[in-house]
C-alpha cells in the first residue's frame, strides 16, 4: 500500500472511530503505539528504555508502556512532576534536569517513599547546597545523579554542536562532583546521564535537504564515535568514585541502537518514539508510525481550494521555524496559507483537498514534537482499529501543568 493509500485508510479509521466526537480533540492510535513501542524495544538490544515522561505526560499511556518487556523506569522533567508520579506509585523516576524548587525538596527529604523513587539531578555543588537548606528537619537521604556534557566540540573548542547543557565535560570534572557527593551525609550516588540531543533528535534525512543531510550524518558519526570513548572515561572515573553506581543513562529516539551499543551504558532514555510527532520523520535509522494527533474542525469555506479549521496555532518549543508548526497531515495535500500560517483562533489551509471538505468535517493534524501536544488537550481518546475504546486524562486534564 503506498504512503498516501496508508493515510487515507488511517483518516476513514480516526474518522469512524471519532464521529460521536467534536472537535478539537486529540487521539492516540494504540496499534500505532504499541508497534513503536516494539521498535524501541528491539532497537535497544536487551537494555532497558527508560520512558521519558515530558514525551507522553499521560499517565495512563506510561502505565501501558511500563507494562511491556523492555521498559523500566521513568525520565521525569521536573521535581513536582516526579514526586507526583512517585506518590502515584511509580517506584522509579529519575529526574532529568536539575531543579531549583526548594518546597518539592522539603516534601522530598521528608518522606522516605519519595526519597526512595524519586533521583534528582546535579551537576553543580550549589544544587547540592539548596538541598541542604531546604531540608526543614526532614533527613531522607537524597538519590543523585550526574550529568555529563555531550556536546561535541571542534576547532579547539571555538565549534561547538549539541544543546548547552551540564558544565561538566571531563572525567576529572565528574570524579570531582561524584566525591562532593558522596562526602557529604544525607546524599546517594546512584546514575550517571548524558542525552546526546544532537544526534538522538536531529533527523539526518530531511526531505529536499540531501546536502545537509549528508553533514548531519558525517557529524552524527563524528560526535558518536567522540562521546563513546568519553563517556567510558567518564564512567570508570565516577565508579572509581561510587563502585556501586546503579545506572548509566544515555540516548534518546533516535540513537537507540547506537547508544546501546556502548558497553558504558546501562539504560536508554526515549519518549518522542512511542508517539512519532513530525520532527521524527527524517531519520535513516528508523521509521516510525504516527501515533498521536489532533483534529480541527473546519468552520468555514472562504473559496475555492481553501477552508478554515478552528484553531491549530500549536508551535512546539526550541528554535522558532516552519518545522516547529503542527503538520497538517489528513487529509493529505493541505498546507498553510503563508500570509497567515498557523492562527491561535482560526487557520486557513490551502490546497485541492480543501474543496472536498465540509463543514463540520475534520483536518487531522501532527504536532512536531510529541508531549507538547497534551499540553492543548485535557483527554486522549484511545483508537484501536476503527473504535475509541478508552477516553483518559492528560496530565492538563487531571489538573498538573508542571511548565
Given amino acids: 500500500m503506498s504512503d498516501r493509500a496508508a493515510r487515507a485508510a488511517d483518516r476513514a479509521r480516526y474518522d469512524r472511530a471519532t464521529a460521536h466526537l467534536d472537535a478539537p480533540l486529540a487521539v492516540v492510535d494504540l496499534d500505532a503505539f504499541d508497534a513503536n513501542a516494539a521498535d524501541l524495544v528491539r532497537?535497544?538490544?536487551?537494555?532497558?528504555?527508560?520512558?521519558?515522561?515530558?514525551?507522553?505526560?499521560?499517565?495512563?499511556?506510561?502505565?501501558?508502556?511500563?507494562?511491556?518487556?523492555?521498559?523500566?523506569?521513568?525520565?521525569?522533567?521536573?521535581l513536582a512532576e516526579s514526586l507526583w508520579l512517585a506518590r502515584a506509585g511509580f517506584e522509579d523516576v529519575l529526574l532529568a534536569y536539575p531543579s531549583v524548587d526548594r518546597s518539592a525538596y522539603t516534601e522530598l527529604t521528608g518522606d522516605q517513599k519519595l526519597a526512595d523513587a524519586v533521583t534528582v539531578m546535579v551537576d553543580d555543588v550549589a544544587q547540592l547546597d539548596l538541598v541542604d537548606a531546604s531540608r526543614d528537619g526532614g533527613g531522607q537521604?537524597?538519590?543523585?545523579?550526574?550529568?555529563?556534557?555531550t556536546?561535541?566540540?571542534?576547532?579547539?573548542?571555538?565549534?561547538?554542536?549539541?544543546?548547552?547543557?551540564?558544565?561538566?565535560?571531563?572525567?576529572?570534572?565528574?570524579?570531582?562532583?561524584?566525591?562532593?557527593?558522596?562526602?557529604?551525609?544525607?546524599?546517594?550516588?546512584?546514575?550517571?546521564?548524558?542525552?546526546?540531543?544532537?544526534?538522538?533528535?536531529?533527523g539526518d534525512d530531511v526531505a529536499g535537504q540531501p546536502l545537509r543531510s549528508r553533514a548531519v550524518r558525517v557529524v552524527q558519526s563524528v560526535s558518536r564515535k567522540e562521546l563513546a570513548a568519553r563517556r567510558a572515561e567518564v564512567v570508570r572515573a565516577v565508579r572509581a568514585?561510587?563502585?556501586?553506581?546503579?545506572?548509566v543513562n544515555g540516548g534518546?529516539?533516535?540513537?537507540?541502537?547506537?547508544?546501546a551499543a556502548e558497553d558504558a551504558v546501562t539504560e536508554i532514555a526515549a519518549g518522542s518514539g512511542l508517539?512519532?510527532?513530525?520532527?521524527?520523520?527524517?531519520?535513516?535509522?528508523?521509521?516510525?508510525?504516527?501515533?498521536a494527533l489532533f483534529a480541527q474542525p473546519v468552520v468555514r469555506r472562504p473559496?475555492?481550494?481553501?477552508?478554515?479549521?478552528?484553531?491549530?496555532?500549536?508551535?512546539?518549543?526550541?528554535?522558532?521555524?516552519r518545522d516547529r508548526l503542527p503538520q497538517p497531515y489528513l487529509p493529505h495535500g493541505l498546507a498553510y496559507d503563508p500570509q497567515e500560517g498557523a492562527g491561535e483562533v482560526q487557520t486557513p489551509l490551502l490546497g485541492s483537498a480543501a474543496d472536498d471538505l465540509l463543514i463540520g468535517d475534520k483536518v487531522w493534524f501532527r504536532h512536531a514534537k510529541a508531549g507538547e501536544l497534551c499540553e492543548r488537550f485535557a483527554q486522549l481518546h484511545l483508537i484501536e482499529g476503527d473504535r475509541v475504546t478508552a477516553t483518559v486524562p492528560t496530565y492538563r486534564g487531571e489538573g498538573r501543568t508542571f511548565l
Avoid at 49 to 76: H, P, Q, T, W, Y
Avoid at 141 to 149: G, I, N, P, Y
Avoid at 252 to 259: D, K, M, P, R
Avoid at 277 to 285: G, I, M
Fill in 43 to 78: 532497537r535497544a538490544h536487551g537494555k532497558p528504555i527508560r520512558v521519558a515522561s515530558k514525551s507522553v505526560r499521560c499517565r495512563a499511556l506510561l502505565e501501558r508502556v511500563l507494562a511491556r518487556d523492555g521498559f523500566a523506569g521513568i525520565m521525569s522533567f521536573t
Fill in 141 to 149: 537521604q537524597v538519590r543523585v545523579c550526574l550529568e555529563l556534557d
Fill in 151 to 202: 556536546s561535541l566540540r571542534l576547532l579547539g573548542g571555538r565549534v561547538r554542536i549539541g544543546a548547552r547543557r551540564s558544565p561538566l565535560r571531563e572525567p576529572a570534572q565528574l570524579a570531582a562532583l561524584a566525591r562532593e557527593v558522596t562526602r557529604r551525609p544525607g546524599f546517594r550516588l546512584v546514575g550517571l546521564m548524558a542525552y546526546e540531543g544532537h544526534v538522538a533528535g536531529v
Fill in 241 to 247: 568514585v561510587a563502585p556501586d553506581l546503579e545506572f
Fill in 252 to 259: 534518546g529516539t533516535g540513537s537507540v541502537q547506537h547508544t
Fill in 275 to 291: 508517539y512519532v510527532p513530525r520532527l521524527f520523520d527524517n531519520y535513516t535509522s528508523f521509521r516510525g508510525r504516527p501515533a
Fill in 303 to 321: 473559496g475555492v481550494g481553501v477552508v478554515t479549521v478552528l484553531g491549530g496555532g500549536y508551535p512546539a518549543s526550541g528554535a522558532a521555524g
